[in-house]
């Protein structure tokens, strides 16, 4: 009957809900059979997905249930669109700290701005910084997300330059490509120009890599921060799906290589040089700031407190560790006890990447990069 009544008509698009609710089924066959390739898809969450043969196993994904920030990488309904944009907008160049002819020049590119400390890498990143400033200029490459307030004046302190470069919106299916999409989410022209323009222009004598998914830009030294491909492995021990055995594979094959481009590798302890494996490791562990962090007595109540950005894989495991075998056996015991989670900017794309775990009672999620955080009141419904 459908059929007949949409047979004198010219299907440019037909949108469809893909649920399963069987009510929908006749609508769905009839769409499929008048207009195979014109099939804008929705699922239960609103997201939609427009069915192709050329993306053929990202479709499938779709109309499995699988929601989009698990297909791509990438946030789903966005300004962007469905595909990898490149920000238009150009780098900014910052003047501090006047060069010293008596000082060689240090380049340090990172993947972010190191201010404020909203998680644990910008505050290392920061801190070394101005301990390398005390002996040499140092000129600091970033990436910056879309719309970011970044305040600059505390780095300028020390650093000699800022070069600041919008960081491009990758939205791909993540299972696609050889290299890590960690890897593939900062690869940007501009930034590599700049990399190798400035540094040969200003006359830099060392060039440091902050993590491994920046590897690629190439330097003199590697700083890594995880030995990712560990990481996933015991991932993989924990899953053993095709998924997590594909992308322990490809981290693995990309970290042993580039580790052989620099001339020195920084770990951050005594397993991580032994899991790399490389005789040019050199560990500079964790410290703590003592000026800042000074020990107090407990206050009363019972709350909790996660701090760690979700966009570090390594917080998105242990936060799903803690709140898979720990949290239950604290909620049950203390029923008044609360759980705060600051998971630094966009914690639900980067749980949804890595996580099929539904939201908990109790638990509020800060998404905060700064000192005004947007809060996100989990309930026992599963949200994410």
Known sequence: MLRRKFRGLRVGLAPVLFTA???FRPL????????????????????????????AIASWLFLRG??????????????????????????????????????????????????????????????LLREIAR???VVLFAFTEDGEATECQ?????????????????????????????????????????????????????RQVEYTHLAAYGGDILVEHDVTFDLYRQVLDRQRSLSAGWNWWRWRRFET???????????MSEKDAGLLG???????????????????????GQSLLFVGSFRH?????????????????????????????????????????ASDSSSRPRTTVSASSDSSATCIRCTPKPTW
């Not at 769409?31 to 997201?47: C, D, G, Q, V």
């Not at 890897?183 to 200003?202: D, K, Q």
């Open 21 to 23: 609710d069987p009510r």
């Open 28 to 55: 769905r066959l009839a769409a499929f059979l008048l207009a195979p390739t014109k099939i804008l898809a929705y699922n239960s969450r609103l997201e939609r997905h427009h069915l192709k043969l050329r993306t």
């Open 66 to 127: 699988v929601c989009l920030d698990r297909i791509f990488l990438g946030r789903a309904g966005s300004a962007h669109g469905s595909a990898t944009a490149r920000p238009t907008q150009s780098h900014r160049l910052l003047d501090g700290r006047p060069f010293s002819p008596e000082r060689r020049r240090v380049a340090v590119l990172s993947p972010y701005f190191p201010y404020p400390f909203s998680h644990g890498g910008a505050v290392r990143i920061f801190h």
């Open 135 to 137: 002996d040499f200029d």
């Open 154 to 206: 505390p780095v300028l302190d020390f650093c000699s330059k800022l070069v600041l470069v919008p960081k491009p919106r990758y939205r791909e299916p993540l299972w696609s490509s050889l290299p890590p999409p960690e890897v593939c989410e900062y690869r940007s022209p501009a930034m590599r120009t700049l990399w190798e323009g400035l540094c040969a222009e200003m006359k830099v004598a060392v």
């Open 257 to 267: 290589r580039v580790l052989h481009r620099f001339r020195c590798v920084v770990a």
């Open 278 to 300: 490389t005789p040019n490791v050199r560990v500079i562990g964790n410290g703590v700031d003592l000026e800042r962090f000074r020990p107090e007595p407990e206050p009363p």
């Open 313 to 353: 894989f390594p917080n998105v495991v242990a936060y799903r560790f803690f709140t898979e075998q720990v949290w239950p056996l604290l909620r049950d015991r203390f029923p008044e006890m609360t759980l705060t989670v600051v998971a630094g900017p966009d914690p639900l794309l980067y749980w949804r990447a």
